[in-house]
């Protein structure tokens, strides 16, 4: 069981996650990046084994250059391949043990706990290093993830773990969220599809400091 967060995790944010394929993927990350972004996710469905393992390589590159952790989605053999800071892994991934024997003891693995409080317990004695939580609200790019309730987030965020918050995130609707106690938001289409990218994040990432009003 993990007694303290990992050192790169021990921030609050906005976590970006790619919606590509698209041929502009590193100019989007990088206005990601720029617009203060602290965490970058790969996320690419598709099974162009030969493209995502370039692209994978080229974000690790810029990551590394902005000293943001690039965690891959589903694919420790890509993780590992890329030299990624980690993973993130849904219930229909390989298991954290088979993860982290893999990519080792430093690495960041990410897990989805749905709405799940039990999971999130789970995955934290099994060394998780953040809790996922959501869909916070419907999301356009998982239409059918089941939406989950601000108060599971705010005991999930009980549990001794940095916790993320995903799934329909808007500038105008995080800030519960983040009152919840997410420490980091996660991010696709509201970044991503934005025609601002940077500014989006930026928009974002200004929730997280000073509040108008609130000495
Ligand atoms: C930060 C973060 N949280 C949740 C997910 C969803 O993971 P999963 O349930 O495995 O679904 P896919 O993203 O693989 O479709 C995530 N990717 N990142
Ligand atoms: C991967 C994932 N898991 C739950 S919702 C979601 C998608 C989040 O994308 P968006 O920010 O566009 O709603
Ligand atoms: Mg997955």
Do not use: W
């Amino acid at each position: 069981m993990a007694t303290l967060p990992h050192p790169r995790l021990s921030g609050k944010g906005v976590y970006a996650i790619t919606d590509g394929p698209r041929d502009d993927l590193f100019a989007a990350v990088e206005a990601a990046l720029a617009g203060g972004a602290r965490l970058l996710q790969y996320r690419d469905k598709t099974t162009d084994a030969a493209r995502r393992r370039q692209e994978a390589a080229e974000l690790a590159s810029l990551c590394a250059r902005h000293d943001v952790p690039l965690i891959i989605n589903d694919d420790v053999v890509l993780a590992k391949e890329t030299g990624a800071a980690g993973v993130h892994l849904g219930v229909q991934d390989v298991s954290i043990a088979e993860a982290r024997a893999a990519l080792g003891p430093g690495a960041i693995i990410g897990v989805s706990c749905y709405g799940s409080l039990e999971r999130a317990r789970q995955m934290r004695d099994e060394s998780a290093d953040y809790l996922g939580f959501g869909a916070m609200y419907p999301s356009t790019t998982k239409p059918h993830a089941p939406v989950t309730t601000h108060d599971v987030l705010t005991q999930a965020c009980q549990l001794g773990l940095p916790v993320v918050a995903i799934g329909g995130l808007t500038p105008d609707n995080a800030r519960p969220v983040i009152d919840a106690g997410a420490d980091y938001i996660a991010v696709v289409s509201a970044l991503f599809a934005s025609p601002d990218i940077q500014a989006a994040t930026r928009r974002f990432a200004d929730l997280f400091d000073a509040r108008p009003g609130i000495l």
